[in-house]
């Protein structure tokens, strides 16, 4: 991976994200603005389930106002990310912290994908509101999930040499 | 002026604003949590807004869905306040100092004007336009506006980590 970033923040795309550093800020920017999205999402969704919020709509309905959200704002970061990995390829490519977000990354994705495929064979079944125990649970460990890889995100700053 | 810097650099110099700063797991850690609160922030403000310009979720009264997310706005807005302060003290006289943190006050200084307006005249017809798409000029103006300021607060804030010049 290091022979590979080295690589790379050679090549000419790399040298063009690197001189254009308000670029890489306004792609920051972008990026911040799509973790709101997803966070306020998973919010929305979660304050359903234990009962605090929407329970004036069926979970279908709330799943439909948000889940949306959670996709697109998924490829958004995923473009925005892109040109930042190539802009500063070690940052990323060589640190674990950067490796745990995506991993953390891929839980939330494979939760998300479960949570749409129960919701399509029993829609009824998430209903309740406030849901059962380890339904709340699963609204609770997402929230801090959600809240982990936005941290961890901010710490790839500071754990790269 | 010179009263402001001589406080602000008084207060850098507190041992607490000095443990932000020179610990290597404070600032990044209440720099991260400045940041989980924006983000929310921002997100339910969007919903709101989004709303508000009739363009989301027209099929529900605006009021409902005020009533569901301001709350948590407000909470997250405060948070946000917390670290931000946290995070202000451990460079005070620098952020002072700095062109884009400055700008993404007086954006946030516009949004509270923008939401005194809508929330003390536009909001007073609301029952009018609660439901449905047909949302006024006003009201539209509104959310729109905000969306700027803070899409624009959000951009300075990553802007003034970008021009903060500690590293």
């Known amino acids: ?161 | 002026m010179d009263f402001a810097i001589t406080f602000l650099e008084s207060l850098q110099e507190t041992p607490f604003a000095q443990y932000i700063r020179e610990s290597e797991w404070a600032f990044p850690t209440i720099e991260s949590l400045h940041v989980i609160a924006l983000t929310i922030v921002f997100g339910t403000i969007v919903v709101v807004d989004l709303r508000l310009c009739g363009l989301a979720s027209t099929n529900r009264r605006f009021s409902e869905i005020a009533d569901e997310l301001l709350p948590w706005t407000w909470g997250a807005f405060g948070f946000a306040v917390i670290f931000g302060s946290l995070l202000f003290i451990s460079h005070a006289v620098i952020y002072f100092n700095n062109t884009a943190f400055r700008l993404k006050f007086i954006f946030m200084l516009f949004a509270a004007v923008n939401m005194l307006i809508f929330e003390l005249v536009t909001r007073r017809t609301v029952a009018q336009w609660d439901l449905g798409d047909k949302v006024p000029w006003a009201a539209r103006l509104a959310g729109a506006l905000s969306l700027v300021f803070w899409t624009a607060s959000v951009y300075l804030g990553r802007q003034t980590g970008w021009t903060m010049d500690v590293f």
């Open chain 1, 1 to 161: 991976m290091d022979a590979f970033s080295q690589w790379l923040s050679h090549t000419d795309a790399s040298l063009f994200f690197q001189e254009q550093l308000g670029f890489l800020a306004f792609l920051q920017a972008i990026h911040i603005m799509a973790v709101a999205m997803i966070g306020s999402s998973v919010l929305m969704i979660d304050l359903r389930i234990l009962g605090v919020a929407g329970r004036s709509q069926t979970m279908a309905q709330v799943a439909h106002r948000f889940v949306p959200w959670l996709w697109s704002g998924l490829a958004v970061l995923l473009l925005t990310a892109i040109p930042l990995i190539i802009a500063e390829p070690r940052r990323d490519l060589t640190n674990w912290t950067f490796y745990l977000k995506m991993a953390m990354i891929a839980a939330g994705v494979a939760i998300t994908v479960g949570f749409g495929r129960s919701l399509r064979r029993d829609a009824a079944a998430w209903d309740k509101s406030p849901g059962g125990t380890l339904t709340r649970a699963l609204a609770v460990i997402t929230l801090l999930l959600w809240v982990a890889i936005a941290v961890s995100g901010r710490w790839i700053a500071y754990t790269w040499h």
